[in-house]
């Protein structure tokens, strides 16, 4: 199939790439931008691995055709936080075991920063419901539950100091 | 949530920290195998058989091979050497040479430029199969007189062990209640969450390196020179990231050969990565387990004698296969004081993926067994089951009667836990119908005291490497797979150095780069690297301190490591900073390097009986549990409303990681208890994706106290011994108990779905309609398909 050149912004940044019509979100991301932090599980789009936000919203790029999504706003993992700027939900799963092997936890944090994004106090019950498209084989989830606690917990401080001007105290 | 063990004294052992590797987990910046590329790679397809037994005529390569941008193709002859894990099962060649021996079974292999052009060779390979009759159910299996899946393998017996310890005829003269049961566990998959992937790289001057998602890179690597006909010394093999493995990693599997055969036929780089579809294929998952077992216990509750007939459905090849059947005959009896038992133990081929080590391998199904039927005589002796367990443990230090040394034993102190924070005492017996309470107990090796290739030679080594910019490096051989082993080697190390994690580097897994472990299996990783480690850094600390003595004018037996220095220990005027001490040592020794390795002490390498080598442990962990049901008898619908595990790990170096492997067990247990089932019909598949093969997500998955035990044993690192895979055993049985607890039947075969629970419902009442009701919530017939 011929190529021909999508533009997209991702993490903020334009990228321009020449790609088939037919090429996934998931596999450009991976071979043509050199963004391997989204992962490929499975093979009917089941296990979340793959989860990006497009617009704010979480979408399997596995099964997204990457020339759909022109104009839109892409965020994989790399656009959470960087080692040095960790997004609440990238300490939480980082300090509290929510990453074991590590594999599943990009799809994982993108479902959790979408859920904490429209609703800032969600109850355990909509923690699993969001969660829900995402497989995880390493922690019984347990240990996520507290992941995404911890970056509740750390979202609200943030937003109490932003409120009272001062810096945000460490949460645990 | 959180029971968390105490520090007591110790700067870094026994906290919460987060892993190692985290924030790059977490960032996206760690890489595992498929995230990999390099200039020029190309892209490897392999080609599977479509039938299930079928012999090889002829394969024409010639038109995939004149299709532009296939750089090589590959097939049987390319590399006939066989291969397996075993030294006794050498049954498995990268492509079929004679026959197919299951429907995935490995043909042909392709690389090429990009995977469309892989793919395209691989519809342009004609291959010429004589289709020979197949073997799918193992007790049929077991009885076929021709067309062997291996000729040299009579009847598809691939191995069979017979073991009688004590005098189990008169242990079950002597006992006042006897129940014998068929069980059956359906065969399930790791699904590990990473597909295999590998990338083989040909390197100048004859060389190979390989980037692979593999737990055994020593054995990776051994494999690779006897496959290629190269020597070891031309060959790397790197371990990256890898996306767990629960043993799905802890064999070689096909595409890691087939992935450096295309190399060097291509003298390219060619990375190989599997579809979910392909893991499946490749599989090497828990077999089909067939349990026949009988037990006697007395009327105090004591089991009087155990005798177990297991025969596991092993697939078309060998693999671990021997070492599965033998833990299960190994672990079935010795958890608990049992003086007779007789054992008969079958590995039988069938033309299916080869089955292999599973998380709790071995151990699994027939603990399944033992603790159900347990359960159904406590039941009928008029006894608490829980109580039953508490009659029978064992008083450590003790021998079992399969001559397995038991050093240190927490299962009491596990089963008070869970007796306590479930409110055993207010539930058991009094929960309304369709409620259930069960109880179950299991244990697991901390690797094994045999290695898999016998030799004297350590199990483990680790260098620790210190130079003027004062970084403490730790090289280690150990496989970090997400279970957090490289942050428990930091521990150690930081703890025993006495300084804090963030100055320990450690380079893991590179056979170029570190010293050889076996591997992460057998849950052996914690007490063996973690010892080789503990080894390593009290030389090297012993050599800092007698630099450091020598200057400071006393004893090093004066000195103490801690928070970044070495003091004196009660002269707080003699002490230097780490810093100094290094260089202080550096100009003393020259170089600092720490060496230390760990083998099994020979006390604990078990019997002499054929098979007495697999069982035998350094130490043994414990397990006890507490399910909670709700079953709906209406649908069968069974819902599993809380599990308490409490798990002795010894001491828990780390109880953050502690927690996740013993809550990630209890979910995988529960998996395998609920959904998890491959659907075999007639050698195909019927369910090789994560659509249909249902791994629990957050929906289904059960709420999980876990609650560590430390009894810390006299060897293990700081006291410690697995965590990782003990505690799977008993979810299961804990489970099915709790379903009888809630409407009296005994599901004997898992998956315990709804269709089950209602076939025994009806079972049960046609046998009340038809007989004088019996008490209660009695047992109806055991089921097992
Ligand atoms: S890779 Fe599994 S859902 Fe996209
Ligand atoms: S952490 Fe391994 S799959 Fe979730």
Request: hydrophobic residues 40%; contains cysteine.
């Amino acid at each position: 199939m011929n190529k021909g050149i999508v533009h997209l912004r991702i993490n903020g940044e334009e990228r321009e790439i020449a790609i088939a019509p037919n090429r996934l979100l998931l596999d450009a991301l991976r071979e043509d931008l050199g963004l391997t932090g989204s992962k490929r599980g499975c093979d009917d789009s089941s296990c979340g691995c793959c989860a990006v936000l497009i617009n704010g919203v979480p979408m399997l790029s596995c099964v997204a055709l990457a020339a759909s999504y022109e104009n839109c706003d892409i965020t994989t993992v790399e656009g959470l936080g960087g080692p040095s700027d960790l997004d609440p939900v990238q300490e939480g799963y980082a300090e509290m075991g929510g990453a074991q092997c590590g594999y599943c936890t990009p799809g994982f944090m993108i479902a959790t920063k979408a859920l904490l994004d429209r609703n800032p106090n969600p109850t355990m019950e909509e923690i699993r419901e969001a969660l829900s498209g995402n497989l995880c084989r390493c922690t019984g989830y347990m240990q996520i539950y507290e992941s995404v606690k911890y970056a509740l917990e750390k979202r609200r401080a943030i937003s109490a100091a932003a409120a009272s001007g001062v810096r945000a105290p460490v949460v645990r | 949530m959180a029971d968390r063990a105490q520090t007591n004294g110790f700067s870094i052992i026994g906290k919460p920290l987060a892993m190692a590797d985290a924030v790059s987990k977490v960032t996206g910046i760690g890489k595992y195998a498929d995230d990999l590329s390099v200039p020029g790679m190309l892209i490897g397809k392999i080609l599977h058989s479509p039938y299930p037994h079928a012999r090889i005529r002829s394969i024409d390569t010639s038109r995939a091979e004149a299709l532009n941008g296939v750089k090589a193709v590959a097939t049987g002859q390319d590399a006939p050497n066989p291969y397996g894990i075993l030294p006794i099962g050498h049954d498995e060649r990268v492509f079929a040479v004679d026959k197919a021996r299951y429907i995935g079974d490995n043909v042909a292999a392709v690389a090429a430029t990009t995977a469309e052009i892989a793919e395209q060779a691989l519809d342009l390979l004609r291959v010429d199969y004589e289709r020979l009759p197949a073997w799918f159910d193992p007790e049929e299996s077991m009885k076929a007189e021709s067309d062997w899946i291996h000729e040299e393998r009579a009847h598809n017996i691939e191995k069979e062990y017979h073991h009688v310890f004590g005098d189990p005829d008169q242990g079950f003269a002597q006992a006042d209640f006897v129940a014998e049961e068929r069980y059956y566990a359906g065969e399930v998959n790791h699904a590990a969450m990473e597909p295999h992937s590998t990338l083989a790289i040909w390197e100048p001057h004859e060389r190979l390196t390989v980037h692979s998602s593999t737990q055994v890179p020593f054995y990776l690597h051994r494999t690779i020179a006897e496959v290629c006909e190269m020597p070891m010394s031309q060959i790397r093999v790197i371990k990256p990231l890898i996306g767990s493995g629960f043993g799905g990693k802890s064999e070689i599997i096909p595409l890691e050969i087939a992935a450096c055969v295309l190399a060097k036929k291509s003298r390219k780089p060619v990375k190989i990565t599997y579809t979910r579809e392909e893991v499946f294929l490749a599989h090497r998952g828990r077999p089909i387990t067939i349990v026949y077992l009988k037990v006697g216990i007395t009327r105090a509750g004591k089991i009087a004698a155990v005798q177990a007939r297991v025969v596991q459905d092993g697939g078309a090849y060998c693999g671990y296969g021997p070492v599965t059947v033998l833990y299960s005959g190994a672990l079935l009896g010795a958890i608990y004081d049992i003086a007779n038992v007789r054992y008969d133990g079958f590995r039988v081929l069938t033309n299916k993926p080869a089955c292999g080590a599973m998380r709790g391998h071995g151990t699994v199904n027939v603990r399944f067994a033992f603790e159900s039927i347990l359960d159904q005589l406590s039941h009928q002796a008029g006894l608490d089951p829980l109580e039953v367990r508490r009659r029978n443990l064992l008083k450590a230090p003790c021998i079992t009667a399969n001559s397995l040394r038991v050093t240190s034993y927490g299962l009491p102190e596990c089963i008070e836990k869970v007796f306590e924070r479930s409110n055993w005492k207010g539930k058991k017996g009094k929960l309304p119908y369709g409620k259930g309470i069960g109880v179950a107990c299991s244990h697991y090796v901390s690797g094994a005291a045999n290695p898999i290739v016998r030799s004297n030679m350590p199990h483990t080594t680790v260098y620790i490497k210190i130079d003027r910019d004062s970084a403490v490096t730790v090289y280690t051989g150990a496989s970090e797979i997400g279970q957090g082993s490289d942050t428990m080697q930091i521990q150690i190390a930081a703890e025993v150095l006495g300084v804090c994690t963030e100055r320990i580097k450690l380079v893991g897994a590179d056979t170029e780069l570190t010293p050889v472990d076996l591997g992460s299996y057998s849950s052996r990783v914690t007490f063996m690297a973690g010892n080789a480690c503990l080894n390593a850094a009290k030389d090297m600390r012993d050599q800092l301190f007698a630099a450091v003595a020598k200057k400071l004018g006393c004893s090093p037996s004066d000195l103490v490591a801690k928070n970044d220095r070495v003091s004196h220990v009660s002269d707080p005027a003699k002490s230097v900073s780490f810093d100094e001490a290094v260089a202080i040592a550096l100009e003393f020794h020259g170089a600092l390097v720490g060496r230390g390795t760990y083998a099994p002490p020979e006390a604990a390498r078990g019997g002499k009986f054929r098979g007495a080598g697999v069982g035998p442990s350094p130490a043994y962990s414990y397990s006890a549990q507490v399910a909670e049901v709700t079953v709906d008898p209406e649908t069968g619908h069974l819902h599993v409303d809380k599990v308490v595990a409490a798990h002795d790990c010894g001491k828990a170096l780390n109880p953050l990681t502690v927690e996740g492997q013993i809550e990630g067990s209890v979910y995988m247990g529960f998996g395998q208890a609920l959904q998890e089932d491959m659907i075999w019909k007639d050698g195909r598949l019927m369910n090789p994706s994560l659509l249909e093969y249902r791994i629990p997500g957050t929906k289904e998955n059960p709420d999980i106290e876990s609650i560590i035990v430390e009894s810390v044993d006299p060897e293990g690192p700081f006291g410690a011994k697995e965590a990782g895979e003990g505690s799977l055993a008993a979810t299961i049985p804990a489970i099915a108990n709790a379903v009888y607890d809630a409407v009296g039947v005994r599901i004997n075969s898992v998956p315990i779905t709804p269709e089950k629970i209602l076939e025994a419902l009806r079972a049960k009442e046609k046998a009340l309609a038809t007989s004088k009701p019996p008490p209660e919530k009695s047992s109806a017939p055991g089921m097992a398909r």
